[in-house]
Each structure stands twice: as structure tokens, then as C-alpha cells.
């Protein structure tokens, strides 16, 4: 069965720098997606960024690089310069396969602060 | 481009009661999943549907149970409610027959039994 593990529960960082956020998957589906969202204190789902398994390159986008390592399983998130409005929690999901509909299974979620 | 809207923003029931949670999608998409993240429990899936029908569904009682309209708005229902039904349901869209996975996602109606 599909799995996605993020073992940080809680992450401090300082405001301008880079955290790295955890995440590994487990999967026999050899086609899959991962993503990365963010939810604010408000609860709304924030999608962040995208990675197909036959992507040869790690996605990016803005401040956020998805650190995609196959033979690992592991699908990190990068946000580089931190802000105080990237406090958050951050959910690692994976896409099942297209004839599931695409639902997502998502992780435990890591607690994100930026401090000042 | 207004996103995905859910109504109500809150919702206070008595156990046993029923609950009706509505989701409207993003313009132009056509399936619809419903998640449940209870405390504790992370985001649960629960119903995805495309193009009016349930095409799956989560490991849910039967009493969980929802549709889709022709405009793709769609609605969960939830029956003879339990204490433990007390979580944030949080609707996404997403366009279908495209290999756009994207899903996106609504704000969320809080559902407190008592």
C-alpha cells in the first residue's frame, strides 16, 4: 500500500535562511506524483509544487525546489529565504495512480516556524 | 479566477443529527474530492467524484455519502452523526481528463458534534 512519511513533527527556522522538510514515500506504482502544500493557521490547502516520477529534473517554483531522490523514495521540500509568512504546517502527498482518480494520501504533516 | 468555495464555514450538530457540507469548484474543473483531517488523524480521503458519479471512495462507513451536480458543485452528507465525525472537510478540484494532478483546494467547513 502506498505510504508517506514526514518524521519532523515541528521544524524552527531563522527568517532569510533555508530549511529542508522532510518526506518519504513507498509505493510499487511505478507512476506516481508528489506534491508539497502548505496549510495556515486559516485551514485552506495551499498547493506549493509538483513532482512527477518520470520528471528527470527536480521541480522548482519561486522559493521552493522539491528535492527528488527515486531510488531513495524521498521527495524533500526546499524553501530557501525563509519568511515569517511561511510558518505553517507542510504536507507531503502522493498521487496514486491515474485510474484511482488521482485521490492523494498524505503525510503527518511538519510544523514549520520561521522566527524574527 | 475565484477558487474552490465550501459552505458553511462552521457547522455545529448533536450527535445522531445529520450534516450537509456544499463545495463549489473552480471554474472548468470537473472532479471533485472530499477530504476529512480529523485531530490526530491527518487528511483522510473520502469521495472523489468526476463528471456526476462516485468514481471512489475512502475506507468510510456508508453513512458518508454525497453527489455532484450538473454545474460539478457537489455535496456531502453525513448521517446519524458520531463525536469522532468532528473534523475539518476540506473539498478539492481538479480538471478532469487532462494530466493536470493538481488538486486544489477550498477553505474547509469545520464540523463540531456534541
Known amino acids: 500500500a502506498q505510504k508517506i512519511t514526514q518524521t519532523q513533527p515541528g521544524m524552527f527556522v531563522q527568517e532569510k535562511e533555508a530549511v529542508t522538510l522532510d518526506c518519504t514515500y513507498d509505493?510499487?506504482?511505478?507512476?506516481?506524483?508528489l506534491f508539497w502544500y502548505k496549510q495556515p493557521s486559516s485551514g485552506e490547502m495551499i498547493f506549493l509544487i509538483y513532482?512527477?516520477?518520470?520528471?528527470?529534473q527536480n521541480a522548482t517554483e519561486g522559493r521552493y525546489s522539491l528535492n527528488f531522490q527515486k531510488a531513495r523514495k524521498s521527495a524533500n521540500l526546499v524553501i530557501s529565504a525563509s519568511q515569517l509568512g511561511d510558518s505553517a504546517m507542510y504536507f507531503c502527498?502522493?498521487?496514486?495512480?491515474?485510474?484511482?482518480?488521482?485521490?492523494?494520501?498524505f503525510g503527518q504533516g511538519t510544523e514549520l516556524s520561521v522566527k524574527p | 479566477e475565484a477558487g474552490v468555495t465550501q459552505s458553511p464555514t462552521h457547522l455545529i450538530k448533536t450527535r445522531g443529527q445529520q450534516a450537509t457540507l456544499r463545495c463549489s469548484p473552480i471554474?472548468?474543473?470537473?472532479?471533485v474530492y472530499w477530504y476529512q483531517q480529523a485531530l490526530g488523524l491527518g487528511l483522510q480521503f473520502l469521495l472523489w467524484?468526476?463528471?456526476?458519479?462516485?468514481?471512489n471512495r475512502g475506507n468510510f462507513p456508508p453513512r458518508f455519502s454525497g453527489r455532484q451536480f450538473p454545474n460539478y458543485s457537489s455535496e456531502l452528507n453525513v448521517n446519524a452523526l458520531e463525536l469522532e465525525d468532528s473534523a475539518l472537510y476540506l473539498c478539492?478540484?481538479?480538471?478532469?481528463?487532462?494530466?493536470?494532478?493538481?488538486?486544489?483546494f477550498g477553505p474547509g467547513t469545520r464540523l463540531t458534534v456534541t
Open positions: 467524484y468526476d463528471e456526476g458519479e462516485e468514481r
Open positions: 502527498a502522493m498521487r496514486e495512480g491515474y485510474n484511482q482518480g488521482g485521490k492523494l494520501i
Open positions: 471554474s472548468g474543473h470537473t472532479s
Open positions: 478539492a478540484s481538479r480538471p478532469g481528463h487532462t494530466r493536470s494532478y493538481e488538486q486544489y
Open positions: 509505493t510499487s506504482d511505478p507512476s506516481y506524483g
Open positions: 513532482q512527477g516520477s518520470y520528471d528527470q
